[in-house]
């Protein structure tokens, strides 16, 4: 999951300048996305998300193991892996995206919180852009106990991320 997981926090700490919606409102007179989503936080965090990964990658290639576990490969193919961690990280921000909009129609400011959504939204866009990308790697990486471990996981990882980026200043809210 890291490509997964890196691209937020890295967004949090390297985003700012020029916003995607360009500061436009939607007809209900709010932002389409708002300040929080910017170009520079959504290229930096694939970036890194890719980068990551391609660490992976090589780390895997080389029969790298965590207390003699061997890490599950992102496809059998090097181009079928980048696509994979491509598609991870790229679907970690835009499901992000996605649920800033939503954030905004329901009248929600920049900062809101909206419990499990804003924990899970990376997830399930990674997960779906994965799937869409490669359904075979999908379905046979992500087993059912996989994903409930993830989904059981992240919101506690999310949560103290979170709040270590609170304290060193990069985030405006501990959530
Ligand atoms: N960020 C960014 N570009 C992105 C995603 C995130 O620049 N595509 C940066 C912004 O500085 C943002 C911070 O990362 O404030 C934290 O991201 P997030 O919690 O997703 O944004 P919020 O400010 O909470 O906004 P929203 O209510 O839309 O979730
Ligand atoms: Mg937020």
Redesign the pocket.
């Known amino acids: 999951m890291l490509p997964a997981y890196i691209p937020?926090p890295l967004?949090?700490i390297f985003?700012?300048g020029k916003p995607?919606d360009g500061g436009r409102m939607m007809g209900d007179g709010r932002r389409i996305?708002?300040?929080?989503?910017?170009y520079?936080?959504?290229l930096v965090?694939i970036f890194c998300g890719l980068l990551i990964g391609l660490l992976q990658i090589i780390l895997i290639s080389n029969g790298f193991a965590v207390f003699g576990i061997t890490l599950p490969a992102f496809g059998i193919s090097i181009a079928g892996s980048v696509t994979v961690i491509l598609a991870m990280s790229c679907g970690s921000?835009f499901g992000?995206?996605f649920?800033?909009f939503f954030?905004?129609r329901m009248g929600?400011?920049?900062?809101?919180p909206l419990p499990v959504i804003?924990q899970l939204d990376f997830v399930l866009g990674a997960w779906l852009f994965t799937y869409l990308i490669s359904p075979e790697w999908f379905t046979a990486t992500f087993t059912l106990w996989i994903l409930v471990t993830v989904l059981v996981i992240t919101p506690m990882l999310h949560l103290v991320t979170n709040i270590i980026g609170y304290l060193i200043g990069v985030?405006?809210?501990p959530w």
Do not use: C, F, P, Y
């Not at 996305?33 to 910017?38: I, P, S, Y």
């Open positions: 937020n967004a949090a985003g700012g995607i996305l708002g300040d929080g989503k910017t520079r936080g959504l965090g921000l992000d995206m649920m800033s954030k905004r929600m400011k920049r900062g809101a804003d985030k405006k809210e």
